[in-house]
């Protein structure tokens, strides 16, 4: 990230699919150190191929079939970059429809993290009426990162919004553990996400204190359940999305 911006490119692919593309174009190319970052865990696809595809080719896109805001503008922005990231933005989305269906959700994800500099920095960044299109200059936005939240804030400073960013990201906690217990000590997983959009949307906390409160107790049960069993809960490990999908 410290090196010459004409020559360093990193990607961040959210599944398989977008592995492939981000792979495929990298070895492609010519004159560029590219970084790929990927798990090497069984995940969900959550695009088909040519999706996957036009994704990346953007680099950073709206997830419409993830979100809710199609008839106006969102009450919060969830952002999410990196696999695990994605899926637990997703699973938190699934979670604050089921409870709080009103909320109007607008779900990005980035794949190429230059995306997220101004275009006077960088070759890839967005100029600032793109960047603001899609995280607009007045909503609370919710980001998960893959790495340090400290970055997100270092490429996004200058734009317009950057006073409603709250990032979740690596804070250097972990163990020999299970996967989401993992995330869990990180503070990057669905029910601590669900508890930043309701602390973040203007007179949310009020109404919704209920799901909050529920928040903490699945944390604490599933924190539980690790210590005594050694494994995720099934319905943690086995979650797959069930909302609508673009065929």
Same mark, same amino acid.
């Given at each position: ?22 792979? $495929? &174009? ?9 970084? /790929? ?11 088909? =191929? ?8 953007? +680099? /950073? ?7 809710? $805001? ?28 089921? &409870? ?11 794949? $190429? ?32 990162? &893959? ?39 990180? $503070? ?6 669900? =508890? ?6 203007? +007179? ?44």
């Amino acid at each position: 990230m410290n090196k010459k911006a004409e020559v360093i490119r990193v990607y961040l692919p959210p599944d398989a699919n977008t592995l492939l593309s981000v792979a $495929d &174009h990298c070895l492609r190319s010519r004159q560029y150190v590219n970084l /790929i970052v990927a798990g090497k865990q069984p995940s969900l696809d959550w695009l088909t =191929m040519d999706q996957a595809i036009l994704h990346c080719s953007r +680099g /950073i896109g709206m997830w419409d079939w993830a979100s809710n $805001d199609r008839d106006g503008e969102p009450d919060v922005v969830m952002a999410c970059c990196g696999d695990t990231p994605t899926l637990e933005t997703l699973a938190a989305v699934e979670i604050l429809h089921e &409870h709080l269906p009103e909320l109007r959700i607008r779900v990005i994800n980035v794949v $190429d993290l230059m995306r997220l500099q101004p275009s006077s920095e960088h070759p890839h960044g967005l100029s600032d009426p793109e960047f603001d299109a899609l995280f607009t200059v007045d909503r609370p936005v919710v980001f998960a990162y &893959h790495g340090y939240p400290w970055l997100i804030h270092r490429l996004t400073y200058r734009r317009a919004n950057h006073l409603n960013l709250h990032v979740r990201g690596y804070k250097e906690e972990g163990t020999t553990t299970t996967p989401f217990d993992m995330v869990m000590l990180n $503070d990057l997983d669905r029910f601590h996400l669900v =508890m930043d959009v309701i602390d973040r949307v203007p +007179g949310l906390a009020s109404r919704a204190g209920h799901v909050r409160q529920l928040m903490v107790d699945r944390r604490l049960e599933c924190r539980d359940y690790t210590r005594r069993v050694g494994d995720d809960p099934a319905e943690i490990r086995d979650w797959i999305w069930s909302g609508p999908r673009v065929e």
